[in-house]
């Protein structure tokens, strides 16, 4: 096929971000400068984020048969790219500079996020087997080393190797259903599966048993139960903004592909799988939320959160039709904005690098006197993550809800509104911790560094944005809507 000037414009976000990419090794081979490295990061994730505009006036357009580019992906092209800004500038406070801070070099940590993101942009964007696994790919073995980056840390390097070893398990299942589907439609393409899928009204086994196993290993990277067990683990030993990045960018990439395979087909959300599809989703919920009751480590406690609400957003992928897509649109935004703004007070009360992260419930037991800004944040992201009104929490759940109903998920529904109740109780019990007083207890603030105070107005402005969204979510939904219609 011949390339255009549109073609490359409807490419620009991808484009730009591998650009970048080429430019931050080449400025860490001349010179190691760990600032210069962030602002070179900063400055080509923020012309990629720009480039989404242009290219949505050339969409929807196929760009060779593996990458589609339409409002769909440039939605979450946009989600992704604002996900790794934010865990970009948590990562400056947390490595810290100079004498204080992380011993190694901390550059590369910028470099693998990129190449993690240019992953996720690849994946969104996916109309093709191939081009779903590529993705997947370029997204999946950056993370394994983001995850083990504090490697002399021996939780690091311990979560890093689970996640390196389950990850490829789930690669291999995926493979493995890829190549059942591609023997019963004779495809490749989504669309292609989907045409051969529908010709024959229900999937033959041999394409149900494909499609099981390709869930099977997108359910791996989602972290649904049965196939969580990784989640806690590595989310505590992770970095604090690399567990941010996990939490977000890269199961906001997975999902989309996954909701795309779905929309394309929709044969494949019939029949058994449907049914397998709500098993998963009642246990993640329940699972997720029972399990967060007992930790007493805030990073374990948000993993187990984390797999609740993919559980939740599996409803609306089992309704699969009115509200669903735009449901799902909604409740990823909202998710991202609360998951950043969680994480994002761990790597504020973590940074500079002092060895190991401070997760530790005991460790926010009075932080409202020590650190109140901080403070502020985390009680907006608990309610948030709670789904109380008047914060974007409560709107994307409230979606997901419509959705169970509209399409009578009565057992679905059911499970939700047990799972949140549940939720309640452990994020309030955050909540109550950071507002207890200590004896002899004497109100200061930490003394901050400059990239601690821009991880800091970055972390209100999440809060703001979480408030804003509660208040007045209209521009979201039309943003959504728009993305949903045209896509």
């Given at each position: 096929?011949?390339?255009?000037?549109?073609?490359?414009?409807?490419?620009?976000?991808?484009?730009?971000?591998?650009?970048?990419?080429?430019?931050?090794?080449?400025?860490?081979?001349?010179?190691?400068?760990?600032?210069?490295?962030?602002?070179?990061?900063?400055?080509?994730?923020?012309?990629?984020?720009?480039?989404?505009?242009p290219?949505?006036?050339?969409?929807?357009?196929?760009?060779?048969?593996?990458?589609?580019?339409?409002?769909?992906?440039?939605?979450?092209?946009?989600?992704?790219?604002?996900?790794?800004?934010?865990?970009?500038?948590?990562?400056h406070?947390?490595?810290?500079d100079?004498?204080?801070?992380?011993?190694?070099?901390?550059?590369?940590?910028?470099?693998?996020?990129?190449?993690?993101?240019?992953?996720?942009?690849?994946?969104?964007?996916?109309?093709?087997?191939a081009?779903?696994?590529?993705g997947?790919?370029?997204?999946?073995?950056?993370?394994?080393?983001?995850?083990?980056?504090?490697?002399?840390?021996?939780?690091?390097?311990?979560?890093?190797?689970?996640?390196?070893?389950?990850?490829?398990?789930?690669?291999?299942?995926?493979?493995?259903?890829?190549?059942?589907?591609?023997?019963?439609?004779?495809?490749?393409?989504?669309?292609?599966?989907?045409?051969?899928?529908?010709?024959?009204?229900?999937?033959?086994?041999?394409?149900?048993?494909?499609?099981?196993?390709?869930?099977?290993?997108?359910?791996?990277?989602?972290?649904?139960?049965?196939?969580?067990?990784?989640?806690p683990?590595?989310?505590?030993?992770?970095?604090?903004?690399?567990?941010?990045?996990?939490?977000?960018?890269?199961?906001?990439?997975?999902?989309?592909?996954m909701?795309?395979?779905?929309?394309?087909?929709?044969?494949?959300?019939?029949?058994?799988?449907?049914?397998?599809?709500?098993?998963?989703?009642?246990?993640?919920?329940?699972?997720?939320?029972?399990?967060?009751?007992?930790?007493?480590?805030?990073?374990?406690?948000?993993?187990?959160?984390?797999?609740?609400h993919?559980?939740?957003?599996?409803?609306?992928?089992?309704?699969?039709?009115?509200?669903?897509?735009?449901?799902?649109?909604?409740?990823?935004?909202t998710?991202?904005?609360?998951?950043?703004?969680?994480?994002?007070?761990?790597?504020?009360?973590?940074?500079?690098?002092?060895g190991r992260?401070?997760?530790a419930?005991?460790?926010?037991?009075?932080?409202?006197?020590?650190?109140?800004?901080?403070?502020?944040?985390?009680?907006?992201?608990?309610?948030?993550?709670?789904?109380?009104?008047?914060?974007?929490?409560?709107?994307?759940?409230?979606?997901?809800?419509?959705?169970?109903?509209?399409?009578?998920?009565?057992?679905?529904?059911?499970?939700?509104?047990?799972?949140?109740?549940?939720?309640?109780f452990?994020?309030?019990?955050?909540?109550?911790?950071?507002?207890?007083?200590?004896?002899?207890?004497?109100?200061?603030?930490?003394?901050?560094?400059?990239?601690?105070?821009?991880?800091?107005?970055?972390?209100?402005?999440?809060?703001?944005?979480?408030?804003?969204?509660?208040?007045?979510?209209?521009?979201?939904?039309?943003?959504?809507?728009?993305?949903?219609?045209?896509?």
């Open positions: 096929m011949e390339f255009t000037t549109q073609h490359f414009i409807a490419l620009a976000p991808l484009l730009i971000t591998s650009a970048t990419i080429i430019v931050v090794m080449l400025a860490i081979a001349w010179r190691r400068n760990h600032s210069q490295t962030f602002l070179i990061s900063v400055a080509g994730l923020n012309l990629a984020l720009l480039s989404i505009l290219a949505l006036k050339v969409a929807p357009l196929a760009v060779t048969p593996l990458l589609q580019i339409d409002s769909f992906a440039c939605l979450y092209m946009a989600l992704i790219l604002v996900a790794t800004l934010a865990c970009v500038t948590l990562a406070a947390y490595l810290g100079g004498g204080s801070g992380y011993p190694g070099n901390r550059e590369e940590l910028y470099l693998l996020i990129l190449m993690a993101a240019a992953g996720g942009l690849v994946l969104v964007s996916a109309q093709h087997l081009g779903l696994f590529i997947l790919e370029l997204l999946s073995v950056p993370v394994y080393g983001l995850v083990a980056y504090a490697f002399f840390n021996k939780r690091s390097l311990e979560a890093g190797i689970k996640y390196m070893v389950l990850s490829a398990a789930g690669s291999a299942f995926l493979l493995f259903g890829m190549a059942l589907l591609y023997a019963d439609s004779g495809s490749l393409s989504f669309v292609g599966i989907g045409q051969a899928l529908a010709a024959t009204g229900l999937p033959s086994s041999l394409a149900q048993m494909g499609l099981g196993m390709m869930l099977i290993g997108l359910a791996f990277k989602l972290s649904l139960v049965p196939f969580h067990l990784w989640t683990d590595v989310y505590e030993g992770a970095p604090a903004p690399v567990a941010a990045f996990l939490a977000t960018a890269s199961k906001v990439a997975v999902f989309a592909v909701v795309r395979l779905f929309q394309i087909s929709p044969a494949a959300s019939s029949g058994v799988l449907s049914d397998v599809l709500t098993i998963i989703a009642i246990a993640s919920i329940l699972f997720g939320n029972l399990l967060a009751l007992t930790q007493s480590n805030l990073k374990r406690l948000l993993g187990y959160s984390s797999i609740a993919f559980g939740y957003l599996l409803i609306a992928l089992v309704a699969s039709k009115g509200l669903a897509v735009e449901a799902i649109g909604v409740y990823l935004v998710y991202v904005v609360t998951s950043l703004g969680a994480f994002g007070v761990i790597t504020l009360m973590s940074s500079p690098y002092n992260d401070a997760d419930l005991y460790e926010y037991r009075g932080l409202f006197w020590r650190r109140p800004y901080l403070t502020a944040v985390l009680t907006v992201m608990m309610l948030s993550l709670a789904g109380i009104p008047l914060t974007a929490g409560f709107i994307g759940k409230f979606y997901i809800i419509a959705t169970g109903v509209e399409s009578q998920q009565w057992w679905l529904v059911g499970s939700l509104v047990l799972g949140s109740a549940i939720g309640v452990y994020y309030l019990r955050v909540m109550v911790t950071l507002y207890l007083i200590e004896p002899n207890l004497r109100r200061h603030d930490a003394q901050l560094h400059w990239e601690q105070k821009a991880g800091g107005v970055m972390l209100l402005a999440i809060a703001g944005l979480a408030f804003f969204l509660g208040l007045y979510p209209q521009p979201l939904l039309v943003l959504v809507q728009q993305a949903v219609l045209a896509g």
